[in-house]
């Protein structure tokens, strides 16, 4: 982790990937390019710089984070390093209990286990034919 000074600061990519938020640095920069990440609620290009207080909202498939930076860093590291770069606020954190809860309560798809199997297959055939 990176704090060597108060005035550093480093790219927003760099930085979501050294925090975990995305597996890649690719796949932060196209987060940001889709308009997924704000900074101080404005929309950011992948090389914006970040300073420690910024504010961050960051949204990941069903997920929104709003966090505050901490600490810089552009490298990855573990896991307890990364948590320790930002905190989230706990409105954010009560939003996404909130958000699991609901998804947890909605009935399974059929189809979310992927694609159906042979049996899976014949039975929608079987339907198909019946009606």
């Known amino acids: 982790m990176n704090t060597h000074d108060s005035t550093e600061k480093f790219r927003i990519d760099k930085w979501l990937f050294a925090a975990r938020f995305f597996k890649t640095r690719s796949l932060a920069a196209d987060a940001i390019g889709r308009g997924r990440v704000y900074l101080n609620e404005v929309r950011i290009k992948p090389a914006k710089l970040v300073a420690v207080g910024d504010m961050l909202n960051i949204r990941i498939g069903h997920d929104h984070y ?32 909130i958000m699991a809860a609901q998804f947890k309560m909605q009935p399974e798809s059929f189809y979310s286990k992927g694609r159906p199997t042979k049996r899976d297959r014949r039975e929608i055939e079987y339907f198909k034919t019946k009606t």
């Open 66 to 97: 709003e966090i505050e930076i901490l600490a810089l860093s552009n490298k990855r590291g573990s896991a307890s390093l990364a948590q320790q770069l930002y905190c989230e606020t706990e409105a954010s954190r009560q939003r996404r209990e």
